[in-house]
Nanobody, 118 residues
């Protein structure tokens, strides 16, 4: 069973930076798409950023220019560098991986809390 483990969450002041990392239990070449989602209290889970195994990226409009997603194939990790954080970025951030090897399979991490507060 694939495992995704997030790390790097925490408390940060508005305007600050934080880096999330997602470690996969197998080679990330296995996954066609990896990404980060977030869920704020009382809201639905939403896409933040994705990266394909070809390196193409896509971002939610609200985080464009502030967040950057990257992957390290040697370490089997996908990171989310978050800068210029705002109060509204407060949420639980989830790592996600999708593979189309044998039909479509999707995996989720347990989530990492990010709190932006003064």
């Amino acid at each position: 069973q694939v495992q995704l483990v997030e790390s790097g969450g925490g408390l940060v002041q508005p305007g600050g930076s934080l880096r999330l990392s997602c470690a996969a239990s197998e080679t990330i070449f296995s996954f066609n798409i990896m990404g980060w989602y977030r869920q704020a209290p009382g809201k639905e889970r939403e896409l933040v950023a994705i990266i394909t195994n070809g390196g193409s990226t896509s971002y939610q409009d609200a985080v464009k220019g502030r967040f950057a997603i990257s992957r390290d194939n040697a370490k089997n990790t996908v990171d989310l560098q978050m800068s210029s954080l705002k109060l509204e970025d407060t949420a639980v951030y989830y790592c996600n991986a999708v593979t189309f090897r044998f039909g479509r399979s999707e995996y989720w991490g347990q989530g990492a809390q990010v709190t932006v507060s003064s």
